[in-house]
């Protein structure tokens, strides 16, 4: 099972997902791209001034969806649940 949560930001999204997890009986939680990414202090100013910026910022966002994909794909693999805190920026 895949459970995908969404929302705009800061409206518990996260907390949901841990609430969830534990009456589920502790399905992986794939983290957003926000606690997803290695660097999160790193992350890129959400209003880029040019166009290469755009693309910079485009290709740091979808590195961190590589990450949550190949998480998402080790959890169902090893034939667990998976809940995805938010599923924009990663399908596996």
Do not use: W
């Not at 907390?15 to 606690?35: D, G, I, M, R, S």
């Not at 100013?45 to 994909?69: K, V, W, Y």
């Amino acid at each position: 099972m895949i459970l995908g949560l969404e929302g705009v930001s800061c409206v518990g999204k996260t907390t949901l997902a841990a609430a969830l997890a534990a009456y589920l009986n502790q399905p992986a939680v794939v983290p957003c791209y926000c606690h997803a990414s290695p660097a999160p202090t790193r992350l890129p100013a959400p209003e880029p001034l040019t166009a290469s910026h755009q693309l910079a910022n485009m290709a740091q966002f979808l590195d961190i969806g590589d990450l949550r994909i190949a998480r998402a794909r080790k959890v169902l693999a090893e034939g667990r649940d998976v809940i995805l805190d938010r599923t924009v920026s990663a399908t596996p």
